[in-house]
């Protein structure tokens, strides 16, 4: 079963016909919500808002090893994780969508491992492709298939948050090689890989990142949540496709 993880923009999925929702407990604590479970065109999905229902819950303070243990406790086989970014690279405007294919972790002070000791033996995950290329090809075909322009590729920067970076900041990453920048992207990422879920990600550019662009002299935040909510239908759009909907639109 597909889950979806929604980030800012995203609180629910419209099209999701809700058969229930399941408070679930773990070993790590709650996730950030309920999961709510349901179907699109048919397809049972979960979904789970990153950030609460509320849209409470900052991004250094996700409970990302709960959210990702509860998908996998109740049945997730992948995960689709939603996030906005900041566009880093010239040719990233806001309501652009990237399917990324790299990560660059500035986070810190997270819990970012299921294996963190206590008795247990060291284990030490592959992470050289951080996204699971069957289902990143997946997402590229489903969007193709709408009609969709994505980005195939781009280097995902994950930084600390809440606040927005700097316009060095924003320099130093693009020397890095970072194309696009988001608070969320891990440990998520890496959480799914320990717990062996293909996991892969839709970055919808909600802005140029600071110093950039429109963002020259600073990120305007009305223009951001009108841009998220102008291209969240484009995103659903490919959730249909990925899903399996191309049946039930022709
Ligand atoms: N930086 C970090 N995270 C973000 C941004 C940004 O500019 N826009 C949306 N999420």
């Not at 407990?25 to 996730?31: D, L, M």
């Not at 969508?97 to 660059?104: L, R």
Request: proline share 4%; charged share 20%.
């Amino acid at each position: 079963m597909l889950a979806i993880i929604g980030g800012s923009g995203l609180t629910q999925l419209s099209n999701l016909d809700v058969s229930h929702r399941q408070v679930a407990r773990t070993p790590y604590g709650e996730p950030s919500g309920a999961l709510t479970f349901g179907r699109i065109c048919g397809q049972e999905v979960i979904f789970l808002a990153r950030h609460g229902y509320g849209h409470t819950i900052p991004p250094h303070l996700v409970n990302y090893r709960a959210n990702i243990w509860a998908l996998k406790e109740y049945g997730a086989t992948h995960i689709v994780s939603v996030a906005s970014v900041g566009g880093i690279r010239d040719d990233l405007n806001p309501g652009d969508i990237v399917i990324p294919h790299q990560i660059i972790d500035y986070t810190w002070g997270r819990k970012s491992t299921y294996f963190d000791g206590n008795g247990t033996p060291v284990v030490h995950v592959d992470f050289t492709e951080p996204y699971d290329a069957k289902l990143r090809q997946r997402l590229i075909d489903a969007a193709r298939h709408a009609g969709i322009e994505v980005k195939d590729g781009g280097v995902y920067g994950a930084t600390q948050g809440p606040r927005l970076e700097t316009a060095a900041e924003i320099c130093r990453y693009d020397r890095e090689g970072v194309h696009v920048v988001g608070m969320t992207g891990m440990p998520e990422a890496v959480l799914a890989r320990e717990l062996e879920i293909p996991y892969a990600a839709i970055n919808l550019v909600a802005n140029h990142a600071a110093g950039r662009g429109e963002s020259a002299r600073g990120i305007h935040f009305e223009r951001l949540e009108e841009t998220l909510q102008a291209a969240m239908g484009r995103v659903r759009t490919v959730i249909e496709h990925l899903v399996g909907c191309y049946a039930c639109a022709d």
